[in-house]
Nanobody, 124 residues
């Protein structure tokens, strides 16, 4: 079984930065791609960023490209999401997820393990 625990969320002003962390335990972390998704109230869960097993490939949603950076540390079994120039529309619960393969995907159905989520609120 895989456990994913997110941290680092909070309340910030527009233009600020946050770094989310997701600590993984259980199944071999380094064997699978990892992703970040978010869900705002009343909206579908949407893709934010994903990183391949080797970290050689990183994909981003258009809405965060150039502002967010995904990375991973195999020694710490942790994936990160560095968020800069935050906007009010970034407000959501952010979830990390582990993919079923080593290839990153924006399709949430390609992920079979999910964390509980961490709230990010950006005031304008």
């Amino acid at each position: 079984q895989v456990q994913l625990v997110e941290s680092g969320g909070g309340l910030v002003q527009a233009g600020a930065s946050l770094r989310l962390s997701c600590a993984a335990s259980g199944r071999t972390f380094s064997s699978y791609a990892m992703g970040w998704f978010r869900q705002a109230p009343g909206k579908e869960r949407e893709f934010v960023a994903a990183i391949s097993r080797s970290a050689s490939t990183r994909n981003y949603a258009d809405s965060v490209k150039g502002r967010f950076t995904i990375s991973r540390d195999h020694a710490k079994n942790t994936v990160y999401l560095e968020m800069n120039s935050l906007k009010a529309e970034d407000t959501a619960v952010y979830y990390c997820a582990q993919a079923t393969t080593a290839i990153p995907s924006g399709d949430r159905y390609q992920y079979n393990y999910w964390g509980q989520g961490t709230q990010v609120t950006v005031s304008s």
